[in-house]
């Protein structure tokens, strides 16, 4: 199957891939600039980010591509207009926004003529982003990494969403080959969305240790903690998430606000933080279900030619 173009707004893209927005830190320019390089549209992690080192993230990945550049962030987040403000001044090429929804970030969009697209994991959801103004939507089901909106399966929420909106659907969650991509679309998806494969490349900014860490993962290491955002989340069973699955995480000594609604069962930012500088025993890694299924660090122009050779294969 030769792969088509994904349309959003006034975008295009020659390879229907996004490359999902993965905080704190693991997207920035060089990975999102990379995948825009390759016809995809590449995601800087917003979240997390001072508005000074997002403004400068976005020029580095411009300097970098005259590729697709978009934001991920993340709606629980307590700066997060003012993270999709900065961006917008900045001329980023589309918001993707996920772990909650807002009302007030289409009317930013539509002021700036910038597609705005939520992750959504349902078709009400979904219905009332298309009649908001979104652009197009991204359709996360169980088997993606990090905040969790479902326990279906992306493959039986897009054929429902695809017959309900007449935006692009952008399927999320257990999307590493060119076969998954190649089935996604058959759902009817216009394009997917993909973070794991993305996270284990040599561009993504996780340190050394934790994309080794991310190589060793087998399929009974994968489990649903309990985040401070107030949502499931998905990672890789460590030190540190064993400790939440049994209540006995740190709770915060100090808090810096920076969700609107924290249960402070633990510091999220803090524990992200931690994995992505490679701490692996008292960080929290987030991943994808099916992790398990990656087995080597690959440069992104190599992800890309051997998803669009994967897919070619399948008639």
């Not at 359709?139 to 990494?145: L, P, S």
């Amino acid at each position: 199957m030769k792969l088509p173009e994904l349309r959003i707004g006034h975008l295009v893209a020659k390879v229907p891939i996004v490359q999902g927005g993965m905080a704190v830190r693991l997207s920035t320019a060089r990975l999102a600039s990379a995948v825009a390089e390759e016809g995809g549209i590449g995601l800087i992690a917003a979240s997390g980010m001072a508005l000074d080192e997002l403004r400068h993230e976005i020029r580095l990945a411009r300097s970098l591509t005259k590729g697709i550049i978009g934001i991920n962030a993340m709606v629980a987040a307590r700066q997060f207009v003012d993270l999709v403000k900065t961006a917008i001044d900045e001329g980023i090429d589309l918001v993707v926004a996920g772990a909650g929804f807002s009302r007030d970030m289409f009317g930013l969009g539509k002021e700036s003529g910038t597609p705005i697209v939520p992750i959504v994991s349902s078709v009400k959801l979904a219905k009332i982003s298309q009649m908001l103004g979104a652009a197009a939507v991204v359709v996360e089901g169980k088997e993606a990494g990090g905040h969790l909106g479902t326990d279906r399966s992306m493959r039986e929420i897009v054929p429902e969403i695809c017959k309900a909106v007449t935006i692009p659907v952008i399927g999320a969650g257990g999307v590493l080959s060119g076969r998954d991509v190649v089935e996604t679309l058959r759902l009817g998806a216009s394009g997917v969305q993909m973070g794991t494969r993305f996270a284990a490349s040599v561009e993504s900014n996780a340190g050394p240790a934790l994309k080794q860490f991310y190589l060793k993962a087998k399929p009974e290491d994968v489990v649903l903690i309990k985040s401070p955002v107030g949502l499931p989340g998905r990672a890789v069973k460590n030190p540190f998430a064993a400790k939440i699955l049994e209540g006995t995480a740190p709770t915060p000594q100090t808090c810096d606000a920076c969700l609107k609604h924290c249960e402070k069962n633990f510091c999220i930012i803090k524990a992200l933080i931690r994995a992505q500088q490679g701490d692996v025993e008292s960080g929290l890694v987030f991943t994808g279900e099916y992790i398990h299924k990656i087995d080597e660090i690959l440069p992104v122009k190599e992800i890309f030619a051997r998803l669009i050779q994967e897919a070619e294969q399948i008639e």
